[in-house]
């Protein structure tokens, strides 16, 4: 029986700060830099459930029934201090990743009203997301064994953005598959610093594409690097896996 795939969005507002209470301020510091501070974020949700299309009603999933379990589930956390207020973070990272995990466990236990997740995608602001899958989450734990992290920067003259998803096993200092700020740095130098007019004026095609791959390759630690996206205007886009 064939499947299908549904996602549906949804927004929650959360406070939170990236604190290891066995390290000094100095250290946390140092790791987290601005994230050690209390700060906000509109976070964006968006969960993909999976399965056959019932013959009855022609959906996979009610999308009513759907919506009223993200948002029961939301209640826990939306307008909430991740670290202060929810059982979940009182001795752990509220990163985006282990986010995305503990919602994924909060989910799979529901799945009879929404069907089987296949994947969670949480996105803290326009630069990027984080997402979790079936087989990142495979362990059963709150804690995703690997996530993929995507990033977003702006790429001119030959596209309007450069999308880098990289995938891997979580640091376990830092909560997160890499370093923001390491991944942003790495792209500025190897990428976004160098691209000049001249022949990447092109737009977006193969050729540009392998290039970047072939800069980020080797700016990237080994094994992260799992795609890219070149988005030229809102109906034209190339993906490419070196």
């Known amino acids: 029986m064939r499947e299908v795939r549904l996602t549906k969005r949804i927004e929650f507002a959360a406070a939170h700060r990236y604190w290891r209470d066995e390290w000094d301020t100095a250290k946390n510091q140092a790791v987290f830099g601005s994230s050690a501070r209390e700060h906000g974020h509109n976070y964006m949700l968006e969960v993909t459930v999976i399965g056959p299309v019932d013959a009855k009603t022609g959906m996979v999933v009610n999308l009513y029934d759907l919506k009223r379990v993200l948002k029961e589930l939301l209640e826990e956390f ?9 059982p979940y973070f009182k001795h752990g990272l ?20 929404i069907g089987r997740l296949e994947r969670i995608r949480l996105f803290d602001d326009e630069s990027g997301c984080v997402d979790v899958t079936a087989a990142d989450m495979a362990g059963g734990g709150a804690v995703p064994a690997t996530a993929f992290a995507m990033r977003r920067y702006p790429l001119s003259p030959a596209a309007a953005e450069l999308h880098v998803t990289v995938h891997g096993p979580l640091d376990p200092d830092r909560g997160q598959v890499i370093d923001p700020q390491a991944f942003d740095q790495a792209v500025q130098r190897k990428v976004l610093s160098t691209l000049t007019g001249g022949g990447e004026a092109g737009g977006v ?3 540009l594409a392998r290039d970047l791959w072939g800069r980020l390759a080797t700016a990237l630690p080994t094994g992260l690097l799992h795609h890219i996206r070149l988005v030229q205007s809102p109906d034209c886009r190339l993906d490419y896996v070196g």
């Open 78 to 86: 939306d307008h909430k201090h991740l670290n202060q207020d929810t």
């Open 94 to 113: 509220p990163t985006g990743e282990h986010v995305a995990g503990v919602l994924w466990q909060l989910l799979s236990h529901r799945q009879r009203e």
């Open 205 to 207: 095609n193969e050729r």
